[in-house]
Nanobody, 128 residues
Framework: QLQLEESGGGLVQPGGSLRLSCAASGATLDSFAIGWFRQAPGKEREGLSSISANSELTNYADSVKGRFTISRDNAKNTVYLQMNSLKPEDTAVYYC?????????????????????WGQGTQVTVSS
């Protein structure tokens, strides 16, 4: 059974950077597309970014395009989300998720129902 664990969250000032990690255990990630999501209090879960199993296809929500970068290291069974130019509105719990999504299907979607396995989340707070 694939298990995911996020890390790297914390408190950062506006304009700062954080790198989130999503480490997998129980199975290898190289067959899965990975998505990053976030959920702020009182809001729906928002899809931020996704990456295909072979790393060739990535997708970003408009809210983070140009500021966040997704990457993966299948040898380490880990996916990353580099977050730059953070804003107070980026404050949320951040989740990674994995789903079976063959490369032939195109760029992995940013919809939660695309993904079957979820981590517990890591808190990111952007505040001065």
């Amino acid at each position: 059974q694939l298990q995911l664990e996020e890390s790297g969250g914390g408190l950062v000032q506006p304009g700062g950077s954080l790198r989130l990690s999503c480490a997998a255990s129980g199975a290898t990630l190289d067959s899965f597309a990975i998505g990053w999501f976030r959920q702020a209090p009182g809001k729906e879960r928002e899809g931020l970014s996704s990456i295909s199993a072979n790393s060739e296809l990535t997708n970003y929500a408009d809210s983070v395009k140009g500021r966040f970068t997704i990457s993966r290291d299948n040898a380490k069974n880990t996916v990353y989300l580099q977050m730059n130019s953070l804003k107070p509105e980026d404050t949320a719990v951040y989740y990674c998720a994995a789903g079976f999504y063959p490369t032939g299907w195109g760029t992995p979607r940013l919809q939660p129902r695309t993904y079957d396995y979820w981590g517990q989340g890591t808190q990111v707070t952007v505040s001065s």
